[in-house]
């Protein structure tokens, strides 16, 4: 297993969101506020990203009583009942974001009402379909979520607690009970927690583990075939184990806000390559995006988008010339990239932050 930072890629705008959000809270200290400063005067990129956060914040105060997004506070206010430092923050990184956008939708997933699994079989298999979410309780007080396309069975919860995610991607928000831990099982990987909120994905036997509160243990059954790797402790928030079917695990650390931005319905791009950022989208939508790789340099996207509208981020692309629809049906939207001025080719590009981002929105 091997740590890494932040990529470069996305340092420059969530050390801004970051610093944002210390300033909103109110409780810094005078060594936060050395390291700001710091960090403000290290590069002329570093301040165009808070201020240009800034006046997102601005642009989100303008509308902060919109019904919408009154509908939206409260249901994460029910949604999260415990206060903590990262939940707080939270809320203005997600203001900050979302004003970029037409409107803050929270997305219906259509299956109705919170379901107690234990009141109905020892065993569940819980799904949902293509663009659904669905958020369910547990009889031992645990909440989870679970996204598009995913599955998760979960056994008597009376005996012990214990879940096993098939595919897809579910986050949870567990109930301390510390006399029977917490395990959900992704594949030949176990993830051990007592009282916590992380997140679990998959995508075929890759499995990654998001800690967003608590600590979080991760280890793996790989079987006689090949030795398992040592178990891993995520004890920091923000704290991700990217664990692929060999045993090269790597933690790094990672915005919690954006990891679960589609909890609320929304995708968050803070400078991902136009490919990622098109497999996320796809993730939500019948109607799938590709781009004609026509050798010019991918741009990297900086926007807010809600889950399934495929529409309004294409639209975004046309609007901001950086791309352009070649042809669709009802199944694909093929794009086509449009040259970008100041955008160096991927090997010209400087090994230091700062390079050419576009930002992306409605």
Not at 108 to 132: K, N, P
């Amino acid at each position: 297993m091997s740590a890494r930072p932040q990529s470069d890629r996305t340092l420059g705008c969530t050390a801004a969101a970051h610093w944002f959000n210390e300033h909103r809270a109110g409780d810094m200290t005078d060594a936060d506020k050395r390291l700001f400063n710091q960090w403000l005067c290290q590069s002329p990129e570093n301040r165009a990203a808070y201020r240009r956060i800034e006046r997102h914040w601005a642009m989100f105060e303008a509308v902060a009583q919109d019904p919408q997004i009154l509908a939206a506070r409260e249901q994460d206010r029910r949604t999260f009942d415990k206060p903590s430092r990262w939940r707080r923050a939270g809320l203005a990184v997600a203001a900050v974001l979302l004003s970029v956008t037409t409107s803050w939708t929270v997305i219906d997933s259509g299956l109705a009402g919170d379901i107690d699994i234990a009141q109905h079989t020892e065993t569940a298999i819980y799904r949902t379909h293509l663009g659904q979410r669905l958020t369910f309780s547990l009889s031992d007080g645990s909440s989870v979520s679970l996204d598009t396309d995913s599955a998760l069975q979960v056994s008597d919860m009376r005996a012990n607690r214990s879940l096993e995610l098939l595919r897809g991607r579910a986050f949870f928000n567990v109930a301390k009970d510390p006399s029977r831990p917490f395990i959900v099982r992704a594949g030949a990987k176990t993830v051990r927690a007592l009282g916590t909120a992380f997140q679990v994905s998959m995508q075929g036997d890759d499995v990654t583990v998001t800690l967003v509160e608590g600590l979080v243990r991760v280890e793996a059954d790989g079987g006689p075939a090949q030795p398992d790797p040592p178990p891993v402790d995520i004890q920091q928030p923000g704290g991700r184990l990217s664990a692929p079917q060999d045993s090269n695990w790597v933690v790094e650390q990672v915005d919690v806000h954006l990891q679960t931005s589609w909890l609320n319905g929304h995708l968050v791009f803070l400078g991902e390559p136009l490919a990622d950022a098109i497999a996320e989208i796809n993730r939500y939508s019948q109607q799938k995006l590709t781009f004609i790789d026509n050798g010019l340099p991918e741009p990297e996207i900086l926007g807010v988008f809600r889950t399934g509208d495929v529409e309004s981020f294409v639209r975004a692309l046309e609007i901001d010339n950086i791309a352009r629809v070649t042809s669709r049906n009802k199944t694909q939207i093929a794009i086509e990239l449009l040259p970008q001025p100041n955008l160096a080719a991927p090997d010209q590009r400087p090994a230091t932050p700062g390079y050419h981002r576009r930002a992306v929105g409605p």
